[in-house]
């Protein structure tokens, strides 16, 4: 249910990357066991081991190590200098950007909104990043780093499925509504999908569990 782990998932299968998956169950903590943090030391997900025991964490780091060390289409990571900064450029705003999204879901989860606290308005916050995203990577792009689908998107989209779980709809951001339906008409469809399913039935056990106090 990590919104930065799905990203990485879609990424090697799409991709046909040979990996094998380890889950991390988060609610019993196993990001914090002694084995984990030997691997990352923050005690967060996702993180990688190559076979010769290399060692990465940070999402947006280990998408764009895996571009660098395999042969995957270009469009997710140009090698064209101008064409790949954008997906740099994107990425940097995103390490911020986009805790607003977290804040306003979570800010609808009264056990978990102290968890998240949020400086100011979690709305207005929220919605001063979608604008920024929206004036900033979609001025005259059907995607957020160019004309082309690259890590940008992909890394950002399930975020998006935490605000649609919260009810929260995008009218106010007609560009980037079509952004989002732009790139679920690809092959990510099907992960988004199981995305919101998995976080509406953890939602709705939080729900649940607040309703019985």
Same mark, same amino acid.
């Given at each position: ?45 996702? @993180? ?64 978990? @909104? ?20 929206? /004036? ?38 007609? +560009? ?8 679920? +008409?690809?092959?990510? /469809? ?9 976080? /509406? ?13």
């Amino acid at each position: 249910m990590c919104p930065y782990c799905k990203p990485l998932y879609y990424f090697a299968n799409a991709t046909k990357l040979s990996h094998e998956a380890i889950p991390i169950d988060l609610s019993k903590g196993e990001q914090r066991t002694p084995e984990y943090l030997s691997i990352n030391p923050f005690g967060k997900v996702p @993180a990688i081991t190559e076979e010769d025991g290399f060692i990465l964490f940070e999402s947006s780091t280990i998408l764009r190590y895996l571009c660098n060390t395999r042969d995957v289409p270009d469009n997710w990571y140009p090698k064209d200098p101008k064409k790949r900064s954008q997906v740099d450029l994107f990425f940097d705003w995103f390490q911020v950007g986009t805790k607003n999204f977290i804040t306003y879901a979570y800010s609808k989860l009264p056990s978990m @909104a102290g968890k998240f606290p949020s400086i100011g308005d979690p709305l207005e916050n929220l919605e001063n990043s979608l604008r920024e995203m929206e /004036k900033n990577f979609l001025r005259d792009r059907k995607f957020l780093a160019g004309d082309e689908i690259s890590l940008a998107d992909i890394q950002v989209l399930f975020f998006f499925g935490n605000l649609e779980l919260s009810n929260y709809e995008l009218d106010k951001f007609p +560009s980037l509504k079509e952004w989002k339906e732009r790139v679920l +008409s690809t092959s990510i /469809k099907a992960d988004y999908e199981k995305y919101l399913g998995d976080v /509406k039935a953890y939602r709705e056990k939080i729900l649940d569990a607040e309703g019985k106090k």
